[in-house]
């Protein structure tokens, strides 16, 4: 597989996360747990055949336990709180802010070993969380009791973040290991409802339908192709994609009716795109060149 294409295949899973915030709304009044053991089991299953039918489930037996408890704790624990999150808050101002993950991954990866945090990184952080608090001063102040759906889609990007991150640094481990992280974060799940959730399923062929799609595009095949796509493409070039789903994901909530077109909703998304672009910006290293025109390390 080409860098190119490794990188297109990358692309698609910030498509198809434009979607989550869309189903999740029209999967209610599914409770979030159960939500994410559905989901994930489907997309987990349909891993597992495909593992079944190309024989690449040898593939699984030589993933450290370790490695398999880290993916399964970012998935599940991203999930279980922008679910969530999506319940308590309106969705199109939780959806920005659980979007925040991209600038996020800027800003650690600055504070990386090797790296330095730059004054664009910093700049970028303000423009982007001025945008966030637009979105939660005008929130609250419109419908009470949301405060704790803002904070769980802030804890979503933070847990987002840092899985992708810890992730840049298992390039040696097969993308048929997201196919467990799947299956295990359904059983977690399942577990934590049982003791955690009253039992609540959809009420229409719509509802089902947006089970069924969340577990086959946004929390199913986004992941292997985001896997694929951080390990093998060019890595900048899609984190620059990411922070266009904040974008696509309040477009398609407006196109839906779910969600107004106020300008308060337009400034907040360009404050945390602009803010996750310039911190970008700002990690780009000027290329160090030798009196004589060669590069330098």
């Known amino acids: 597989m080409t860098r190119n294409a490794a990188s297109l295949i990358g692309f698609s899973a910030v498509a198809l996360w434009a979607l989550l915030a869309l189903f999740t709304v029209a999967s209610a ?13 489907i997309g987990g299953g349909v891993g597992l055949v495909w593992l079944a039918f190309t024989g690449g489930l040898r ?29 308590l808050a309106p969705p199109a101002e939780a959806g920005l802010i659980a979007y925040l993950w991209p600038l996020l991954i800027v800003l650690f990866s600055g504070l990386l070993p090797g790296e330095r945090l730059r004054l664009g990184h910093v700049a970028g952080a303000l423009l982007a969380f001025s945008g966030a608090a637009l ?33 840049r640094r ?17 059983v977690l799940a399942g577990i934590a409802h049982l003791f955690l959730e009253t039992p609540q399923w959809p ?62 909703l337009a400034i907040s998304a360009a404050l945390i795109a602009g803010g996750a672009v310039l911190a970008a910006r700002a990690g780009r290293k000027p290329v160090r060149r030798s009196k004589d025109g060669q590069s330098l390390p």
């Open 135 to 167: 979105i939660v001063s005008g929130g609250i102040g419109a419908l009470e009791g949301t405060g704790a759906g803002y904070a769980l889609a802030f804890l979503a990007a933070l847990t987002w973040s840092s899985y992708s991150l810890i992730s």
């Open 59 to 87: 593939q699984l037996r030589g993933v450290p336990v370790s490695v398999y408890a880290f993916g399964t704790a970012g998935l599940f624990g991203y999930h279980f709180l922008y679910f969530s999150a999506l319940r």
């Open 29 to 41: 009044p599914v409770p979030p747990l159960l939500l994410n053991a559905l989901c994930f089991a």
């Open 203 to 264: 009420e229409s062929a719509l509802g089902w339908g947006a089970v069924l799609a969340l577990g086959l595009g946004p929390v199913g095949l986004a992941f292997f192709t985001w896997d694929i796509g951080v390990k093998r493409g060019d890595i900048q070039l899609l984190g620059t994609a990411s922070y266009a789903a904040p974008l696509l994901s309040t477009l398609v909530l407006v196109v839906a009716g779910v969600a107004r077109a106020t300008p308060t």
């Open 170 to 186: 298992l390039g040696h481990v097969p993308t048929a290991a997201v196919t467990v992280f799947c299956l295990a974060s359904s």
